[in-house]
């Protein structure tokens, strides 16, 4: 901070001295004045004294204001200037006229002064390049690594208790912890410790936290770094980086290279079109030598961080480099529960609030989903001017993470209204009658986000794997609002654009990617998952047409089944499609029990259900106004007393002080 100071000083002061010197050289402030002007006053007899020099630069004094005056006069007309000057001469006494020849001296110092001013920007310029890079020796320090240097005594404690979940994962990384703390003991035996870690897995699971907490353990110092860091438009600059870094952390060691995103950087060479010339590939192969190359790295841990191991190259995951790979994955019921336990701990939950109900309807939410939710909770319970978070503000939060935010003042017609509700009524009854299907959350024709309206299926387990029957189910409930649709208004809309392109990415990774067809050989068709241009561009398909036109007949198939089954389904329980339509366009949302309830016992059970449900609302609203109003009796009776109190008491001192 005082070096950033003491710069700006001489930033600021350099300036002033460019300044003044150039307005040194830009002369004085006389007024200047036109060759017309010249000898208008020269006829007026108004110059009293005047100097010309042999290039025409001419400055005097005026009688009438005594103020001083530069001109130019040109070459052309000095003789006839000289002239006139002579008889004003003779007319007027007062008059005196010098010539002073041009000094040869003059003009250098004035190319000296200017190029004074100028080397003063350069230093000014290069002063400021000089902090924008960092500082240092050197004005152009692009070869310098970004990455960032914690200190242990400068490091926010994070260790492994304030990691929910992840048991196994942290049993992996207290390996690196001991060898940090006591790399003796391993070398003692013979045990190599990995010299680099992969945790892979997807956004917002927590690799770079679990890291952090592997710095925090061991309290070694921690590099942070982006794989785009390392990458720079100039050629060879990635590379020095690269050195610039592990020749920090070796004086540093031991200590933990972090680089998240590692993908940007590590990606499989050959893949684009620069060829091995590739800055990036340079960058990679810098990498690759500084991992395992001549030199050893004793005590420099380098834990990478990426979603798209598929991508990266094989030399890179080679044992010697990153010899260990940590798959971090979406947590399950009990992590999800430790984790809503972490984020909840400084919030006020209400007396409702389950947390283990709450994990149960979070399937599939990484830690930075869960951390989001229980945020979104408490932003929603502020706005609604209440003091804990309810179970029921926290559903809310839930939907307004997965779909988007309500929008309830978006005017919709009668009519759309009732294509929505046919449509949503598709999927949602389709989702009841088909077996091994996740359970309706929510169906609601009210707008969020980019859809008109949703059904909301919410999985009770954490299943890992998909059958051939749940994916064509989730066919066929896709298929729902299309086919409702049709069925009732006799007529479809570009409502199911979204649907259409989910039937066809599930046909399409059944019939390709599982082998799901009786009639095709159990063989994967779709095994590039991603294209590289330098490798992929002229390669052929690896199947021919007939094969390929055979996929397209099974895709065809497989939808045209789904579709009639749907159709086949709607038909024949027509009447509780027209029960929920019904029931969405006179409540526009129900939640999962009102649409058990209204497929089991009936519409009238329903608008009992919604009833009573509406009573019991008003009586606990009705409640929590009494008990605020108690509370706020409640504190002004406690702040009467304490002031009578506390008037006895002046009362007293006032009384013994007259004694």
Same mark, same amino acid.
């Given at each position: 901070?005082?070096?950033?100071?003491?710069?700006?000083?001489?930033?600021?002061?350099?300036?002033?001295?460019?300044?003044?010197?150039?307005?040194?050289?830009?002369?004085?402030?006389?007024?200047?004045?036109?060759?017309?002007?010249?000898?208008?006053?020269?006829?007026?007899?108004?110059?009293?004294?005047?100097?010309?020099?042999?290039?025409?630069?001419?400055?005097?004094?005026?009688?009438?204001?005594?103020?001083?005056?530069?001109?130019?006069?040109?070459?052309?007309?000095?003789?006839?200037?000289?002239?006139?000057?002579?008889?004003?001469?003779?007319?007027?006494?007062?008059?005196?006229?010098?010539?002073?020849?041009?000094?040869?001296?003059?003009?250098?110092?004035?190319?000296?002064?200017?190029?004074?001013?100028?080397?003063?920007?350069?230093?000014?310029?290069?002063?400021?390049?000089?902090?924008?890079?960092?500082?240092?020796?050197?004005?152009?320090?692009?070869?310098?690594?970004?990455?960032?240097?914690?200190?242990?005594?400068?490091?926010?404690?994070?260790?492994?208790?304030?990691?929910?979940?992840?048991?196994?994962?942290?049993?992996?990384?207290?390996?690196?912890?001991?060898?940090?703390?006591?790399?003796?003991?391993?070398?003692?035996?013979?045990?190599?410790?990995?010299?680099?870690?992969?945790?892979?897995?997807?956004?917002?699971?927590?690799?770079?936290?679990?890291?952090?907490?592997?710095?925090?353990?061991?309290?070694?110092?921690?590099?942070?770094?982006?794989?785009?860091?390392?990458?720079?438009?100039?050629?060879?600059?990635?590379?020095?980086?690269?050195?610039?870094?592990?020749?920090?952390?070796?004086?540093?060691?031991?200590?933990?290279?972090?680089?998240?995103?590692?993908?940007?950087?590590?990606?499989?060479?050959?893949?684009?079109?620069?060829?091995?010339?590739?800055?990036?590939?340079?960058?990679?192969?810098?990498?690759?030598?500084?991992?395992?190359?001549?030199?050893?790295?004793?005590?420099?841990?380098?834990?990478?961080?990426?979603?798209?191991?598929?991508?990266?190259?094989?030399?890179?995951?080679?044992?010697?480099?990153?010899?260990?790979?940590?798959?971090? @994955?979406?947590?399950?019921?009990?992590?999800?529960? %430790?984790?809503? #336990?972490?984020? $909840? =701990? *400084?919030?006020?939950?209400? +007396?409702?609030?389950?947390?283990?109900?709450?994990?149960?309807?979070?399937?599939?939410?990484?830690?930075?989903?869960?951390?989001?939710?229980?945020?979104?909770?408490?932003?929603?319970?502020?706005?609604?001017?209440?003091?804990?978070?309810?179970?029921?503000?926290?559903?809310?939060?839930?939907?307004?993470?997965?779909?988007?935010?309500?929008?309830?003042?978006?005017?919709?017609?009668?009519?759309?209204?009732?294509?929505?509700?046919?449509?949503?009524?598709?999927?949602?009854?389709?989702?009841?009658?088909?077996?091994?299907?996740?359970?309706?959350?929510?169906?609601?024709?009210?707008?969020?986000?980019?859809? @008109?309206?949703?059904?909301?299926?919410?999985?009770? %387990?954490?299943? #890992?794997?998909? $059958? =051939? *029957?749940?994916?064509?189910? +989730?066919?066929?409930?896709?298929?729902?609002?299309?086919?409702?649709?049709?069925?009732?208004?006799?007529?479809?809309?570009?409502?199911?654009?979204?649907?259409?392109?989910?039937?066809?990415?599930?046909?399409?990774?059944?019939?390709?990617?599982?082998?799901?067809?009786?009639?095709?050989?159990?063989?994967?068709?779709?095994?590039?998952?991603?294209?590289?241009?330098?490798?992929?561009?002229?390669?052929?398909?690896?199947?021919?047409?007939?094969?390929?036109?055979?996929?397209?007949?099974?895709?065809?198939?497989?939808?045209?089944?789904?579709?009639?089954?749907?159709?086949?389904?709607?038909?024949?329980?027509?009447?509780?499609?027209?029960?929920?339509?019904?029931?969405?366009?006179?409540?526009?949302?129900?939640?999962?029990?009102?649409?058990?309830?209204?497929?089991?016992?009936?519409?009238?059970?329903?608008?009992?259900?919604?009833?009573?449900?509406?009573?019991?609302?008003?009586?606990?609203?009705?409640?929590?106004?009494?008990?605020?109003k108690e509370e706020q009796a409640a504190v002004e009776k406690m702040l009467k007393e304490k002031n009578k109190l506390a008037e006895k008491e002046f009362e007293a001192i006032l009384g013994d002080h007259k004694e």
């Amino acid at each position: 901070m005082k070096n950033k100071v003491k710069n700006i000083v001489i930033v600021v002061a350099i300036t002033i001295f460019a300044l003044v010197a150039f307005r040194n050289i830009s002369g004085t402030t006389s007024q200047e004045l036109s060759y017309d002007q010249l000898v208008r006053a020269l006829n007026n007899q108004d110059v009293a004294e005047m100097t010309i020099n042999d290039e025409g630069y001419a400055n005097g004094k005026l009688k009438s204001t005594g103020e001083s005056f530069e001109v130019y006069i040109p070459l052309q007309h000095l003789d006839q200037l000289a002239i006139e000057t002579h008889k004003l001469i003779e007319e007027d006494g007062s008059f005196r006229l010098e010539g002073i020849p041009m000094s040869p001296l003059s003009g250098f110092i004035n190319i000296f002064l200017y190029l004074i001013v100028f080397a003063v920007i350069i230093i000014v310029w290069m002063l400021f390049m000089q902090n924008s890079q960092g500082g240092g020796n050197r004005v152009m320090n692009f070869g310098k690594s970004k990455a960032k240097l914690v200190k242990p005594e400068e490091m926010k404690k994070i260790m492994f208790a304030d990691v929910a979940g992840l048991t196994e994962e942290k049993e992996e990384m207290q390996e690196v912890v001991e060898f940090l703390k006591n790399p003796r003991k391993f070398v003692e035996i013979g045990a190599r410790i990995p010299t680099g870690i992969l945790m892979v897995g997807p956004p917002g699971t927590g690799k770079t936290y679990l890291s952090r907490a592997v710095a925090g353990e061991a309290g070694v110092p921690f590099y942070n770094m982006s794989g785009s860091d390392f990458v720079e438009m100039f050629v060879g600059v990635g590379a020095s980086r690269v050195r610039d870094l592990f020749e920090t952390a070796k004086k540093n060691a031991p200590c933990i290279i972090f680089v998240d995103e590692i993908d940007a950087v590590g990606r499989r060479r050959g893949a684009g079109l620069g060829g091995g010339h590739d800055e990036r590939e340079q960058t990679l192969n810098q990498l690759l030598i500084e991992m395992d190359g001549f030199s050893e790295n004793e005590g420099v841990i380098v834990i990478a961080a990426t979603n798209r191991p598929d991508i990266l190259d094989p030399a890179l995951l080679r044992a010697g480099r990153f010899d260990r790979e940590i798959t971090i @994955g979406r947590p399950d019921v009990n992590e999800r529960h %430790d984790i809503l #336990q972490v984020h $909840t =701990k *400084n919030k006020p939950l209400s +007396d409702d609030v389950d947390l283990r109900v709450i994990a149960k309807g979070t399937t599939g939410f990484t830690p930075a989903d869960l951390e989001n939710l229980m945020n979104e909770a408490a932003l929603l319970t502020g706005r609604k001017k209440e003091r804990t978070i309810r179970m029921e503000t926290i559903e809310e939060a839930k939907i307004k993470v997965l779909i988007g935010v309500e929008k309830k003042s978006r005017v919709v017609s009668e009519k759309e209204k009732k294509l929505t509700a046919y449509h949503e009524g598709g999927h949602a009854l389709l989702a009841y009658l088909l077996p091994n299907t996740d359970p309706v959350h929510q169906v609601t024709i009210i707008p969020r986000g980019r859809a @008109g309206g949703f059904t909301l299926q919410l999985p009770e %387990d954490d299943g #890992q794997f998909q $059958t =051939k *029957n749940t994916m064509f189910n +989730d066919i066929i409930i896709s298929l729902g609002g299309r086919v409702a649709e049709k069925l009732v208004l006799d007529d479809v809309s570009t409502g199911a654009s979204g649907d259409l392109k989910r039937v066809t990415s599930i046909a399409r990774a059944m019939i390709e990617k599982f082998a799901f067809s009786d009639n095709l050989a159990s063989m994967a068709f779709d095994t590039n998952d991603e294209v590289f241009l330098g490798r992929d561009m002229t390669s052929k398909q690896h199947y021919s047409e007939h094969v390929a036109s055979e996929i397209d007949r099974e895709i065809r198939r497989l939808v045209d089944d789904a579709y009639n089954e749907a159709e086949q389904l709607l038909k024949d329980n027509i009447e509780k499609l027209h029960d929920i339509a019904k029931a969405l366009l006179e409540y526009e949302t129900i939640d999962g029990t009102d649409f058990i309830t209204l497929l089991e016992e009936g519409y009238d059970a329903l608008v009992e259900r919604r009833a009573m449900l509406v009573e019991k609302l008003e009586k606990d609203k009705e409640a929590q106004e009494i008990r605020a109003k108690e509370e706020q009796a409640a504190v002004e009776k406690m702040l009467k007393e304490k002031n009578k109190l506390a008037e006895k008491e002046f009362e007293a001192i006032l009384g013994d002080h007259k004694e």
